[in-house]
């Protein structure tokens, strides 16, 4: 079963589907039905511009709002070389969100429109979603009490994952990264990694991990009884065994959570790696 399900603020249509809060704010809202509510949902969702906010919650169907941000409603600038006279500026509030579910997998989009100004997405989903999110410019990503296997990818902001339990991958330029796991999904790699920003990252304290740590210019704190690794050697020489020689060291720091298992890499340029011990 394949639903798509499109809006556009155009007269009446917008004040009938929208929610009162996403209204009021020049937003679009839409209820996005699941072929089978009984399994996992998969989100998918990618943006130029603009914050990305998933919520776990106990119903049934996906609920996606779009609402421009405030910066870029004030933001309307006057066309250059047009007269001005009594004319009125009329802004392009149409945000062109639309969302289509196919086999209980949403995606979600805000269309060529969407690219040029700033969108924030408000999104619930059943609790069970597994996703894919990004978005580039002057936004962040928050996901919060949600199940299963993440993938997120921010450019400029800051990417945070509350509650959540499964397994992640999010990487991010110029943004920290906050992390905190109710429950990870055993034998399933996960990856931590940002160029500016710090890593804060809490887990069960009955994590079982082996951890890769890769930081260039930060610290590492932990409440985890970490068992570090030698790093071993790495040579090189010329095939006929004479000119090049080089020995070098990898830079990553290698160690055991509880005895070790799965892998989890944390990588940083210029920021710090906080690793907390949950309950």
Do not use: W
Not at 232 to 243: F, I, L, P, Q
């Amino acid at each position: 079963m394949k639903t798509t399900t499109r809006i556009s603020l155009i007269a009446g249509l917008a004040l009938a589907l929208s929610g009162a809060a996403a209204a009021q704010q020049g937003g679009e809202r839409i209820p996005i039905p699941l072929t089978d509510p009984n399994r996992p949902a998969f989100l998918k969702v990618g943006i130029l511009a603009g914050s990305i906010s998933v919520k776990g919650y106990a119903g049934k169907e996906v609920i996606v709002e779009a609402i421009p941000a405030k910066d870029d409603e004030e933001s309307e600038d006057k066309p250059e070389g047009k007269p001005e006279g009594k004319l009125k500026l009329i802004p392009n509030t149409s945000l062109g969100l639309s969302a289509e579910e196919d086999d209980n997998t949403v995606s979600v989009n805000t269309g060529l429109r969407g690219g040029s100004r700033h969108i924030d997405l408000q999104i619930q989903v059943p609790s069970a979603c597994s996703m894919k999110l990004s978005t580039i410019n002057d936004g962040e990503i928050t996901v919060e009490n949600v199940s299963g296997d993440m993938e997120i990818s921010n450019t400029n902001g800051s990417i945070t994952l509350k509650q959540i339990s499964g397994s992640a991958v999010a990487q991010t330029v110029n943004g920290e990264i906050h992390v905190s796991f109710t429950k990870v999904t055993p034998d399933k790699s996960m990856s931590f990694s940002t160029l500016n920003g710090d890593i804060d990252a809490t887990f069960p304290a009955s994590l079982k991990a082996s951890v890769q740590m890769k930081l260039e210019q930060g610290e590492i704190y932990s409440d985890f009884d970490v068992q570090m690794q030698k790093t071993d050697a790495r040579v090189e020489k010329s095939e006929k065994g004479k000119g090049k020689y080089r020995v070098s060291f990898d830079k990553s720091m290698r160690g055991t959570i509880n005895g070790g298992g799965q892998e989890i890499q944390f990588t940083s340029f210029n920021g710090s790696l906080y690793l907390r011990k949950g309950i």
